[in-house]
């Protein structure tokens, strides 16, 4: 069964962690015009589906793991990193109301150049809370 949990866990960082890449891949957002940029901001909104899905699985699969395994974390590695887990959701979350705010207005014909720059920003942020994420995931004795 942990065997299992770990495999999960491991896939759904994997989709996660593409998310590092979110900040270059947004940066098209302003570079591309009408149906073009509807479409690429849709495949983006689809992008952010799988990676709520991805986070739901890391959560479940970690938390799972945590209570399979012999010993226990320490407390303030496991509440850092259920803050970093609700940092990346509710960034994940901005970023979409970010993008369907960029989509209305595009159809409007209005400006969509800060509405982009908020995406850029919020996929800047969620970019590193995974990496700090990463980062005490595979050295879980930095918060021991």
């Known amino acids: 069964m942990y065997n299992a949990l770990i495999f999960l866990h491991v896939t759904s960082a994997l989709l996660l962690g593409t998310y590092v890449l979110f900040p270059l891949v947004s940066g098209r957002l302003t570079d591309l015009s009408g149906p073009a940029r509807e479409g690429f901001v849709m495949m983006l909104l689809n992008y952010l589906r799988a990676g709520h899905f991805a986070l739901i699985g890391v959560l479940l699969t970690g938390g799972g793991m945590i209570g399979l395994a012999g010993t226990r974390p320490s ?6 990193a259920v803050a970093l887990v609700i940092v990346i959701g509710g960034v994940i979350g901005n970023i979409n109301k970010g993008l369907k705010k960029l989509l209305a207005a595009g159809k409007a ?3 969509i150049a800060g509405h982009a720059r908020d995406i850029k920003i919020s996929g800047w942020i969620a970019a590193g809370a995974i990496v700090a994420a990463i980062l005490i995931m595979t050295n879980p004795g930095l918060l021991s």
């Open 109 to 111: 014909g209005s400006d």
């Open 75 to 80: 407390v303030l590695w496991m509440v850092t």
